[in-house]
């Protein structure tokens, strides 16, 4: 049995994982009422004691066949046991999760950014259970990115690689919060995906509504509009291109996706299969599935958090 703990902006969700990869127990806290750790810390491990008692162990230890805690959070850094730094969390500064809750507990504390973690949970409990070498991406607010090689997550000398939705797609191109220009994130990520469809909107001479989401355009795609069409047809091209490009640099069995607007379906990934084929190089050609996530919607947070009380 692993546990889980997912730090989001607004909630941290936790789950106790039985081998089997079926969450038994699932609790949460709302992160962003917090802005002291040491306070956050006794509240999280509180809630961990409960889930564990209300399942009929006494505590969170080895003797009660807790394997290890595995924590996926934004800036998390596997080196470290640190959160460094992230901008949407209430609590701020460089956070010592890892040696925080490993004080109040004897098994292990794996600390990961959640992009890999989500990556290592298809590894173990999805997609990716047979592969040593394939590539995440996720969609949504921004886009992350897990590499796994030889059946372990890369973390480069740093604790920070993989962090592909930074790549600079088209130079000079579109300011990104890391405070580059043109990278990935600004044009495949929800956000990035609403501003190609209001110029796509402008270039048709079309108002855009002013509250639109990936969702709907998706929606809109589904339906057959134009515009919309056209939207995903060069977000497909661009993740395409950068995932293709991914390739080149572990040569993965499979890169596999994930997040909100991955759902909108054939509008996105028609065009980003001809998109990765037409720019994939010659030597890796049929080498390389594109998958979707196996890992159920609402679970992928803990299960991939979990996976990383695997990890040594």
């Known amino acids: ?109 794996v600390l990961s950014n959640d992009a890999n973690a989500a990556a290592y949970g298809e590894y173990i409990y999805g997609g990716a259970k047979r592969m040593r070498h394939f590539i995440m991406f996720t969609l949504g607010t921004g886009v992350g990115s897990g590499i796994v090689v030889d059946g372990k997550l890369v973390h480069g000398s740093t604790g920070g690689a993989g962090e592909l939705g930074h790549n600079i797609l088209i130079p000079g191109g579109r300011p990104c919060s890391c405070g580059r220009s043109g990278c990935l994130e600004t044009y495949t990520s929800a956000r990035g995906i609403v501003q190609t469809y209001k110029e796509c909107c402008r270039e048709a001479g079309v108002t855009a509504a002013n509250e639109m989401s990936s969702r709907e355009i998706g929606d809109l795609a589904n339906s057959g509009d134009p515009i919309a069409t056209e939207t995903w047809n060069r977000v ?46 010659n030597i890796y050609k049929g080498s390389c599935r594109i998958m979707l996530s196996q890992l159920p919607a609402n679970e992928v947070a803990i299960l991939g958090a979990a996976a990383l009380g695997h990890l040594k």
């Open 236 to 281: 497909g091209n661009w993740l395409g291109i950068a995932m293709a490009n991914a390739v080149t640099f572990s040569a993965p069995e499979a890169i596999f996706l994930m997040g909100g607007p991955v759902k909108v379906g054939e509008p996105l990934m028609k065009p980003l299969r001809a998109s990765f084929e037409r720019n994939l190089l």
């Open 1 to 109: 049995m692993t546990i889980g703990i997912d730090i989001g902006g607004t909630n941290t969700d936790m789950g106790l994982v039985n081998e089997q990869g079926v969450i038994v127990r699932r609790s949460s806290i709302p992160t962003n009422n917090y802005t002291d750790m040491d306070t956050y810390i006794t509240d999280l491990m509180g809630a961990l004691r409960q889930m564990c008692e209300a399942e009929g162990l006494d505590g969170v230890s080895l003797s009660d066949g807790i394997e290890g805690i595995g924590i996926g959070a934004p800036n998390g850094n596997y080196y470290t046991g640190c959160v460094d730094n992230a901008p949407n969390l209430t609590i701020k500064g460089v956070l010592d999760f890892g040696k925080a809750i490993a004080r109040y507990s004897d098994v292990p504390v």
